[in-house]
């Protein structure tokens, strides 16, 4: 899992509520990515980081926002949960210079009733 | 818009003979390409690239064939075992100064019978 942690790995919650994902990688890699996978559209990208409080919107970003205040974390939030963000989260490092290929941690499953 | 497109939802290969997944893009600004393996409950994991100044990536059973005038690419695995059931991705980027962004495709689901 090239030292990505995502936690949690499952979480049921409600709509409207507020869900934060944490990515925590253990070799200070610059880059940080989160992606979600669905059915019949594979990975796409909501939000990256180049840095700490370095972010940028990916193209499916809207009802998420991401901080990063240190190096290893990097949070994804759903300010207020809908059903259609019941997905799976992956979060990815960068480890090397540019065009490198990304790393991904497990994944987080996130339903939303 | 889907800018990267794997039009065979799945396949299936009998053990031993070739595997052969398809890709194509329609952004030629894409420099870069990489398939991607995935089981379930796992995150993908890389699995071979090609820059787009090649046509040919060769890493043991696999091979990636780019064709870039016809915005294509292909990996081969031969011969297919049944571990390489799983689902396949394959992504591209462009160099744009600041983060190599990944766009996948929808993926192919692999199936290796006995």
């Known amino acids: 899992d090239a030292g990505i942690t995502q936690s949690p790995r499952h979480k049921v919650t409600e709509t409207g509520t507020p869900v934060t994902l944490r990515c925590h990688q253990t070799?200070?890699?610059?880059?940080m990515y989160w992606y979600r996978q669905d059915p019949g559209h594979g990975l796409r990208l909501i939000h990256y980081?180049?840095?700490?409080?370095?972010?940028d919107k990916g193209e499916v970003s809207d009802g998420y926002s991401v901080s990063r205040s240190k190096t290893e974390d990097f949070l994804l939030t759903l300010e207020s949960a809908t059903s259609s963000q019941t997905s799976v989260y992956f979060c990815?490092?960068?480890?090397?210079?540019?065009?490198?290929?990304?790393?991904f941690g497990n994944g987080t499953r996130l339903t939303v009733t | 818009d889907q800018q990267v497109k794997q039009n065979s939802p799945s396949l299936s290969v009998q053990e031993g003979r070739i595997s052969i997944l398809n890709c194509d893009y329609t952004n030629s600004m894409f420099d870069y390409f990489l398939w991607y393996k995935k089981y379930p409950a796992e995150g993908p994991t890389f699995l071979i690239s090609i820059s787009s100044i090649k046509d040919k990536n060769e890493d043991g059973r696999f091979t990636v064939f780019l064709n870039k005038s016809a915005k294509h690419l292909s990996l081969h695995i031969v011969p297919s075992q049944p571990g390489d059931s799983a689902v396949y991705f394959c992504?591209?980027?462009?160099?744009?100064?600041?983060?190599?962004?990944?766009?996948f495709g929808t993926g192919t689901r692999l199936q290796v019978t006995l």
């Open positions: 992504a591209a980027s462009a160099m744009d100064g600041t983060a190599s962004k990944l766009t």
């Open positions: 980081s180049y840095g700490v409080k370095d972010t």
């Open positions: 990815a490092i960068r480890p090397g210079q540019d065009n490198s290929p990304l790393h």
């Open positions: 070799e200070n890699h610059r880059y």
